[in-house]
């Protein structure tokens, strides 16, 4: 699944190729895609068409896009989501599931999503709210690379709970926008096995650790996010290379970086994790 680094590339492509321009028509060519909608495909086309777009928000992996009075498209892309601004000239995608025409005749915007996890829905935001937060998300924290993120509050809340480290990075009512890959990757950076207890982490370590979260995607950021096969890609449908820097994440059996003994993989969760044994101790 696009974590925050993957979410972010969309986001600015979306600020930079839809905002301000005015939809003509909403065509939903698969149900499932707005299946958040209550009324369906009928009342999300009615509720888009003739509205402007605002600029692109993000809070972790959600996206919307504000559309004036107090209401917003929210999108989540889910496993295989992508957002692409195509010529309407380009032949529709093997799995294009939304088209956004404008009034300008430009590009069009195109939901594809080869599974159909992820979706888009046309919400209440939170009245007064210049980023027209959607009511369905207000309870998602903030994420490292948000401006408004408090980090003595982020620590001091990680070393409260009764949980371990790397549930607590993954929990989005905590902090947003942290996923698998660079859970992963953090704790490798912070020398911190996936399953030491959150309350025995002193305020330095609690720090680093977000230091590290924060470092980690904005270096993804940097280079297009973590792609590894063609779902994963920006507007114009190119993929980011932050999986070639990758320390921990994907690399069973390949040196660790740091001491050279071999990176190991352990079921987590439904999922996996990806540390070193030597530089990251398991807790007694």
């Not at 301000?20 to 707005?34: C, I, K, N």
Request: aromatic share 8%.
């Amino acid at each position: 699944m696009p974590e925050l680094p993957e979410v972010e590339v969309v986001r600015r492509g979306l600020a930079r190729w839809a905002a301000g321009r005015t939809v003509a028509e909403a065509q939903v060519l698969h149900p499932r895609s707005v299946r958040r909608q209550p009324g369906g495909a009928d009342e999300f086309a009615a509720r888009l068409t003739g509205t402007t777009l605002g600029e692109a928000q993000r809070r972790g992996k959600y996206l919307w896009v504000p559309l004036g009075g107090d209401q917003a498209l929210i999108g989540h892309l889910g496993m295989s989501g992508q957002l692409l601004v195509q010529d309407a000239s380009v032949p529709d995608e093997t799995h294009l599931r939304v088209r956004l025409r404008f009034t300008d005749g430009g590009s069009e915007l195109r939901f594809v999503d080869q599974r159909t996890f992820g979706g888009l829905a046309v919400e209440e935001s939170e009245p007064g709210d210049p980023e027209s937060t959607p009511l369905s998300i207000a309870h998602i924290a903030r994420d490292p690379l948000d401006a408004r993120f408090d980090d003595a509050a982020f620590t001091a809340a990680l070393r409260a709970k009764r949980t371990t480290v790397k549930r607590a990075l993954l929990d989005q009512t905590l902090i947003s926008g942290v996923g698998n890959i660079y859970a992963d990757e953090s704790l490798w950076r912070a020398k911190l096995h996936y399953e030491r207890p959150t309350a025995t982490l002193t305020r330095p370590q609690a720090a680093t650790l977000l230091g590290h979260a924060r470092d980690v995607m904005n270096a993804a950021l940097a280079v297009g996010g973590t792609s590894f096969d063609s779902l994963y890609v920006n507007v114009n449908g190119e993929s980011g290379y932050f999986s070639r820097e990758l320390d921990a994440y994907g690399r069973e059996g390949e040196p660790c970086r740091r001491c050279g003994t071999a990176i190991r993989r352990e079921p987590w969760m439904n999922r996996s994790s990806y540390f070193c044994p030597k530089c990251q101790r398991p807790p007694r």
